[in-house]
């Protein structure tokens, strides 16, 4: 079935380095994406959006790329920091699926000092 | 400020004794979702309200159920925890519209002993 998943399950950067995560999705219809930051024993916190008729979207120290050609979406951070360390999940929905999110697998970032 | 809480954070249960978890938000948004995590897995939705219309996801067991008495309150109610039902248990709002972020409450740990 349709699904959003990410390449890689775990990220070990250094402070000070950019990080880059990646999730690939498969519903071609999917027009909304979403990255959420999970510190461990807390819900999932916004991070950045992007509809699919924006390819970059910058925020604070973030940037998420959608690459609808290959169906690839990315959360870049810029100068890592201690705090940055969590899980990150990206998520998608479409009209078709109305308000509900498809969630990809997470990946782990971890930054050491 | 505006904001999705849950209480309690910690909840231990017995094998198959019904267990209340509660979710309430100050952001007035249509929708309600309760969502279920286990340890390093992306959040698993169960069930979400649209105003007072309940939608549940085909895959959620018959032991989960819930409650929306009004706007701002939302229920999720094990009626027989299971050891397998030992999760974070996640509530998030949205406003109901295509391409909106939810935004998540920090979870509720539930154990069965």
Redesign the interface.
């Known amino acids: 079935g349709e699904s959003v998943g990410l390449h890689l399950p775990t990220l070990s950067v250094q402070e000070g380095d950019n990080s880059i995560i990646n999730c690939a999705y498969s519903n071609s219809a999917s027009?909304?994406f979403?990255w959420?930051k999970q510190e461990s024993?807390?819900?999932?916190?916004?991070i950045i959006?992007i509809?699919s008729n924006m390819d970059k979207r910058q925020g604070q120290r973030v940037t998420v790329l959608l690459n609808k050609t290959v169906k690839h979406l990315s959360l870049q951070i810029a100068a890592t920091q201690p705090g940055d360390s969590a899980v990150y999940?990206c998520a998608e929905?479409?009209?078709s699926?109305?308000?509900?999110?498809n969630?990809?697998?997470?990946t782990s970032l971890l930054v050491t000092p | 400020d505006a904001m999705v809480i849950q209480n309690p954070r910690y909840q231990v249960t017995q094998f198959g004794k019904p267990v209340t978890l509660s979710c309430s938000q100050t952001l007035n948004h249509n929708v309600m979702y309760w969502y279920q995590q286990k340890s390093s897995q992306a959040p698993k939705l169960l069930f979400h309200y649209y105003d007072k219309d309940f939608n549940n996801e085909a895959d959620t067991p018959d032991n989960f159920q819930s409650r929306r008495p009004n706007t701002s309150f939302c229920f999720l109610d094990i009626r027989s925890p299971g050891l397998g039902d030992a999760a974070m248990y996640l509530c998030a709002t949205s406003t109901g519209q295509a391409g909106n972020e939810q935004f998540f409450g920090p979870g509720t740990r539930l154990t069965v002993l």
Do not use: E
């Open positions: 027009d909304y979403i959420y024993g807390k819900g999932p916190q916004f959006d509809r999940f929905n479409s009209l699926s109305g308000y509900a999110l969630f990809g697998k997470g």
